[in-house]
Each structure stands twice: as C-alpha cells, then as structure tokens.
C-alpha cells in the first residue's frame, strides 16, 4: 500500500488513543479484567480498522511471545494493552494480510510493548514519592485516596500518550516494511523467523504453565490431532 | 462500630484498584490501605487517633496478587473490627503476604489465565469470528476472576484470622492445577492453527512442511532453555526487515 493511502481520520487516531489509555490501566491499575491482553486489544484495533481476524492473528502471536513474562511480583514484562492495540490497528491498516505486514506489526508490538513496560517503571518510581510519607497521610486519609486517584490518573494519561505518540510512526513503520520488495527466499526466511518465533514461544509458555516434560505428551497430542483433523479434510 | 452493607461494598469494589499505586517501596500497601478505608472509617468512626494508628499501620510494605486482596482486605478489616492488637496485626500481615503473592501467581498468572487465552486463540484457528473469541475469553476468564475476589472477601471478613486454614484447601487452586493437561492440548492444536495462519500469509512463497519441521526442531530446546530461545525468537522478528532490506538491496 503507497503511504499515501493510509486513512487514519483524527477522530479514529483521537478514538484509539483514548482506548489506549483504558487499555493501559487495566494491565496493572484497575480492574484487570484482561482487556489489556495482546489478544484482546490487537483485536479491538484490527476491528476499528476493519480487520478484526488480521488483529487477532498478530494479538494471538504477541500472547504467545508474552506468556513467558507472566507478572510475577516486581518482574519485568511488557506492557501488551497499548501496544497490541497499536500492533492489531497497524496491521489491519497497512499490513494488508501479508507476511512482510504480520512480521513488522510483531515487531512493532514487542518493541511498544517494551518502551510501555519502561513507562511503568517510572510511574512507579512516581507512585514511590506519592505513597511514601506515611505519617502525613495517615494524619488525614483522604490525602492517601487523592493519591492513590491520581496515580491510577497517571496510568490512564500514559497509555493515552503512548498510543496516541506512537500510533503514527507504528503504522508507517509497518507500511514501510511492507513496501520492502521481497524476493521468494526473503518470504521463506520471514516465514521461518515467525514460525521459529511461535516455535520458541511454544516451548517456553509450556515450560512456564506445566509442571514437567510430561506437558510434551499433551502438548504433541493436540497438534497430531489438529494436523490429522487438517489432513483428513484436505483429503 | 460494625461496617455496613455499603461500607463492605465499597471496600470490595475499591480492592480492584489495589495496584494503581504499586511502588517497589511498599508495593500494594497504598492500595489496600485505599481499599480498607471504608471499613476502618466505619470501625474507629467514634476514635480518629486510632484510625490513623491504623492506617499507619497498613501502610507499611504489603504484597498480595491483586485477585486475592479482596481477601487480605476482608481479614484485616475482621481484625480491626474484633479490636486485634497492633503486634497481633502486624504479624497476621507479615504471615499473609506470602502465600497471597506465590498462591495467587500459581493458580491465576500460571495456570487460569494461559487456559482461557488458549481456548480462544484455538477457537480463532478453528474460525470462528475474533469478535466472539474475545468475548469467551473474557467472559471465562472473569468468571473465575470475579468468583476469586468474592470467595476472598467473604472468607476474609467472615474467617478473620482463620483464613490461614481456608488457602491452604483454596478451592481454585485444586481446580486449576487440574488443568494443564488441557492447557498443553490447546498449546499444540494453537501451535498448529497459527502456524498455518502464517503460512496462509506467505501467499505460497513457501513449503508448509518445511516450517513444520523447523517448528518441531525449535519447539523441544525451547522449553528446555526458555529464555534464550524466547531471546532468539525476538532477535529473528528485529533482524527479518534487516535482511529483507539486503536481499532487496543484492537483488
């Protein structure tokens, strides 16, 4: 797709950006109901582009690749709200169902997913400096409720920055990607990155959910199943 | 003064947002001391000095997983309200943070949430509209949410400093540890699904069975060296349009 074909109206841009920020604070603030989950906000933004399967596909890939970050603690892990939301709208703009398309809004939704991740870290130094002085709260305890308020308002405000920030240049990296001219082995390298990928992330989501390698048993029976179910039909 | 209806309301509603001041100093502390407000209002309602000894007291560090602090907040709102002593509250939140944080991670981050995330990215691969796939996983997977806060908030108040005896048999725990052998199906049928999503993207430009094998190749040392192979996996996705790029460039 030539650049100057993308359609992203302000109101669409102004709609995703506040969508952004909902999507953000339900990651860690409130109510963490999942909406945040690559899969979930990678399909909100393929479907307010038009493509909700082509959002699913990358929000599906970018769970996998996630589930090896579960949010232990004070663990690192990328921030999948906004950042899948900006993934599944790219894709569903300008990836037009291509490979080239699906690499580079992966790419584009790991690397958000991070700068996101980052933007939480600091929020929580912040937060730090909010909720330190116990005494001065304590002394009144609607001081504690207003903070506490306002940083859940920070949260929202971040996610509305992030999304509204990096929608652009997300969407005309991923065109730009796609404009590359790729030759038949450039597509079969591509083809194999993204399955080594959802290779890689297989084995390490397994590793992170099951108790041992008995998990392989389960794990070879349902793709045996699926690949005979494939087979049988194409037959 | 005992809490009302409406206070208990509130301070369930108000344990969804324990994580909105997350800091690496008290971690939860802030927010489950929001969330108790309303009880310890109600409970010091006729003294205000120990209604900021207390809340003093709650916010000193805390760590719960934010499922089960509808529990935490319950019980140390039971304590306050049965008079506890401060050492006595003190040590009951020293000894509950624990096993809220590492039960809470096992049974919903490991177990509960990978489940109902693969039984709609199966359903996806198997065609059905992402709309209504969105919509199962939300809906399964905030049942369980939802039937958590609430168990643990009317254990919480209800059990007081009982609730020790009750996580130890947490009935969603039994549940979800029954779980992976289905969790791992999905994860293979997913796995298959996607991967001929992919191909069907390549437009041709490559042999199915080819990538199977690769996958198959990659799929067993990943899970034995996890996070390498998730490192390599991201390396791959930032060097692909590297080398589109040069392919492109050398013709």
Redesign the interface.
Known sequence: MPLTDINLPLATWAFLAALGGLLAVDGVSVPQIMISRPLISATLGGAIMGNAAGGMLVGALLELLSMRHPPYGAAKYPDTGPAGLIAGAAYAEVGGGSLEGLVAALLVGWVLGWIGAYAGYGRRRINGRLTLASEFLAADPRRLERRHRLAIGMDVIRGILLTGGLLVPATLLVALIVLIPTTPTGTAIGATAVVTLLAASIGSAARTTAPDVRAWAMVLLGAVMVLTAIWARAW | MEPRRRDLWQAWWRS??V?????????V???V??AL?PL??RIHSEEPER???S??RH??SF?TH??LSSLAVGALARLEFEGASDDEITRFRVALRGPL?TLG?RTV???W??FC?LV??TL??LGL???W??LV??GV??AG?LWIRVWGFRCGWQQGREVGRLLRAFPFQRFADRL????????????????????A???G???SR???F???????????W??Q??R???G???T??I???L??LTG
């Open positions: 969804f947002t994580q909105g001041s997350w800091n690496y100093r008290t971690l502390a802030p927010g001391t929001y407000l310890l209002r209604l900021q000894e809340v003093l916010l000193d760590n934010p499922y944080g991670d981050w490991a177990e949430r990978p995330l709609s990215i996806f691969g509209n992402p709309l796939c969105a996983f939300l997977y905030n949410h992976w052998p289905v969790t791992m199906y999905l994860l293979g049928a997913a796995t298959v699904l996607l991967g001929r999503a992919v191909v993207t390549a437009d430009g490559t042999s080819w990538l199977l690769i996958a198959g190749l990659m799929v067993v040392p990943a899970f034995r996890p996070n192979f998730g390599l996996a991201v791959l996705l930032l692909i349009p080398l589109w790029i392919l492109a």
